[in-house]
């Protein structure tokens, strides 16, 4: 059972840099938690603090109701995965495995047992006699894993512990990730920056920037109803399109989005929530997949522009295209096929658009 | 005519075995490679002749060749023995000593703290002093009339009067090594620090979180990962302890009586002041040998787990 949580924590450092500001987080037992965003936006300096390798330096770190700010790692009954696997280059896989149950002194059969179940499910028995310098990217991943999992710990740490693998291996890894997290039933926080990983592995996502939270959801929170043009930018690919426009008010439940070269009706639900934005300048959002290339829609749903570029991606292709002097680029089905320079309209899925701030870059439409 | 179709088929095509550029190579570095046959691998093989002949200067028109009698006559001469046996001694305390302050000073120098680089450099200074200037160093710094030594422990009462710390047999070879281990240990250092450095950072993170202490974290992390570092530091110090011979011509010559009468300075003895260079090259060919041997017993045992 491990319930943690941030109350006011920050994180400094002795040159100055403010890492981690003002963080309030609940995460809650047996949760997969993902900390998400770019580099340097605080993510591994959380994920360190509740290891114990970093000090708090400000607010309250609690595991359950206890404050353990000052509880040195080991005693916190976590295990951590690092990026770099950071396994012990001269101990055999077996050692490493089995090094945090020698270091607390667990009777020797006990400590047996454990690694080689470990290693039976994680598949790499036949490894347990070889040295890290002898297995492959993979097979460190796992022991790396197995290192933690012996421990049964109440909390389990990854930091970027799929960004050295391959693509395909990173796919599967993450399954596996997943699998282990049902099967232990405990507390997971995992960091990364990569947000498919993030969608596909956690119960919540934070996204962070610049040591501040942006926003905390489920995948669905976070990739339907961004907060603010951050979290909008940081998922997606290609990444969500901008156009810089105005809100015209027309009645209670009807709005428009004014562009000089488009004009975009908004839905009632949506523009009952931008009544009172009459004039406001906003920055509107299109996923690039909530476009149709037919192209049939209703006017004040249609998108015309000019062709710039078509890449193929194997099950879709992206289609760029100029409009109002920027580049937009979209996610269409393969049968389409435009030349360069050609002349286009696509219908947006106005039911899917995103409206925000232009100033501030907070969403209008969701908190 | 027909044989020199063939001489000619078989001297093209050795020609031809080797392309353009590997016969460019040979050309360019023949000239080097004559320079470094003629002074150095011709006088190896040149003094490795000579052991075998009884060849003493004072005797030039009898130089009889005597197979192995220069390396049988060593087993029983009595100063040779006294001689490898000081040289054990010197090296065990220097090839010890350096290894032990060489690891504090790295472990020191690995920490983050305000002065390190210029700590860094200072430290480094005996390394850049030349043998010789370091022996005469050493040599007033030991001196029984006016030496450092003397002065610094008089004043703290250590001693009561001025001592000849070099006329003492018992403290001859520790003084010399003490010499020697000064101007050894940067070099030892910095090889050290280098294996430290090398060490990721995440792997001390990773055993914190399995719950090693400092001490675990040394034993198991830290030592480990110098293995090679120290290999090298072995290796090298035991072969420069081994034959070393500037402190022990400037500041003892051997003395007092055959207390610092080291295997370089014995083979230095029979050599240039007995003028035997018959068996003062084999001597020299036995200490190359023991060097070799040490050398791959290094390499052997602490090389194994690399």
């Given at each position: ?367 | ?78 100063l040779f023995w006294v001689s490898v046996s000081r040289t054990v001694v010197f090296t065990l305390i220097s090839v ?35 043998y010789?200037?370091?022996a ?30 070099l006329?003492?047999q018992?403290?001859t070879l520790p003084l010399i090594a003490?010499a020697f ?57 035991t072969m420069m302890a081994i034959r070393h011979f500037d402190l022990f011509f400037i500041l003892t010559e051997g003395g007092p009586g055959d207390a610092s009468h080291v295997l370089s300075w014995h083979i230095y003895v029979e050599t ?8 003062g090259?084999?001597m020299s060919?036995l200490l190359?040998?023991a060097t ?15």
């Amino acid at each position: 059972m491990a319930r943690i949580s941030f109350e006011n924590v920050n994180k400094n450092y002795a040159n100055g840099f403010h890492a981690v500001k003002d963080l309030n987080l609940e995460i809650h037992d047996k949760e997969f938690l993902v900390l998400l965003g770019p580099s340097g936006c605080g993510k591994s300096t959380t994920l360190n603090m509740i290891a114990g390798l970093e000090e708090v330096s400000d607010g309250a770190l609690r595991f359950d109701d206890q404050m353990v700010n000052y509880v040195p790692p080991h005693k916190r009954d976590v295990a951590m995965v690092f990026q770099s696997y950071a396994l012990y280059p001269h101990k055999t896989v077996f050692d490493n495995i089995a090094f945090g149950l020698q270091m607390r002194k667990q009777p020797k059969s006990e400590i047996e047992r454990r690694v080689r179940d470990a290693a039976r499910k994680l598949e790499i028995e036949h490894l347990l006699d070889r040295r890290p310098g002898q297995l492959s990217g993979g097979q460190r991943q796992r022991v790396a894993l197995g290192r933690a999992m012996v421990r049964d710990p109440a909390v389990f740490l990854m930091d970027e512990p799929l960004s050295n693998l391959d693509a395909a291996l990173r796919i599967s890894m993450r399954a596996e990730i997943k699998e282990l997290h049902e099967a232990m039933q405990t507390t997971f926080v995992y960091v990364t920056h990569d947000q498919a990983e993030a969608l596909t592995l956690a119960d919540r996502i934070v996204v962070m920037r610049d040591g501040e939270v942006q926003q905390i959801g489920t995948s669905d929170d976070i990739y339907e109803r961004p907060a603010n043009t951050f979290v909008a930018s940081f998922l997606g690919n290609p990444p969500i399109n901008y156009i810089d426009g105005e809100i015209e008010v027309r009645g209670e439940a009807e709005a428009v989005f004014q562009h000089p070269s488009v004009t975009l009706t908004l839905p009632p639900e949506m523009a009952r929530k931008l009544s009172g934005a009459q004039g406001r300048r906003v920055r509107l959002g299109i996923r690039a997949e909530d476009v149709d290339e037919r192209g049939d829609g209703a006017e004040g749903h249609l998108i015309h522009g000019t062709v710039n570029s078509v890449l193929p991606v194997g099950s879709d292709q992206f289609l760029g295209m100029e409009f109002g002097g920027a580049e937009l680029f979209f996610r269409v089905g393969k049968g389409m096929r435009h030349k360069n320079g050609e002349a286009i309209a696509l219908t947006v899925d106005v039911n899917r658009l995103h409206v925000f701030d232009a100033e501030t870059g907070a969403s209008l439409l969701y908190d | 005519m027909a044989n020199t179709a063939i001489h000619k088929a078989t001297r093209r095509s050795l020609l031809d075995r080797y392309g353009y550029e590997e016969r460019s190579a040979v050309l360019f570095l023949a000239p080097v490679m004559l320079v470094l046959m003629s002074v150095a691998v011709f006088p190896i093989l040149y003094s490795f002749y000579l052991s075998f002949f009884r060849m003493k200067l004072t005797r030039p028109n009898n130089q009889p060749f005597i197979w192995f009698e220069n390396y049988s006559d060593l087993l029983t001469n009595e100063l040779f023995w006294v001689s490898v046996s000081r040289t054990v001694v010197f090296t065990l305390i220097s090839v010890s000593a350096i290894a032990v302050i060489a690891l504090l000073v790295a472990l020191l120098l690995n920490q983050e703290f305000k002065g390190r680089r210029v700590l860094s450099t200072i430290i480094l200074i005996p390394w850049a002093i030349p043998y010789v200037a370091n022996a005469l160093m050493w040599k007033w710094i030991y001196d029984s009339g006016y030496g450092a030594l003397n002065g610094a422990l008089y004043q703290l009462d250590f001693i009561d009067k001025y001592m000849v710390w070099l006329g003492d047999q018992d403290k001859t070879l520790p003084l010399i090594a003490n010499a020697f281990v000064w101007k050894e240990v940067p070099l030892a250092a910095i090889l050290l620090l280098v294996s430290l450095k090398a060490i990721p950072a995440d792997l001390y993170q990773a055993a914190r979180v399995d719950g090693a202490t400092v001490w675990q974290r040394f034993i198991h992390i830290t030592l480990p990962a110098m293995k090679p570092g120290f290999m090298l530091v072995m290796i090298y110090e035991t072969m420069m302890a081994i034959r070393h011979f500037d402190l022990f011509f400037i500041l003892t010559e051997g003395g007092p009586g055959d207390a610092s009468h080291v295997l370089s300075w014995h083979i230095y003895v029979e050599t240039f002041r007995n003028l035997s260079f018959g068996s003062g090259a084999a001597m020299s060919y036995l200490l190359a040998l023991a060097t070799f041997a040490l050398s791959y017993f290094f390499i052997r045992t602490l090389g194994r787990r690399i």
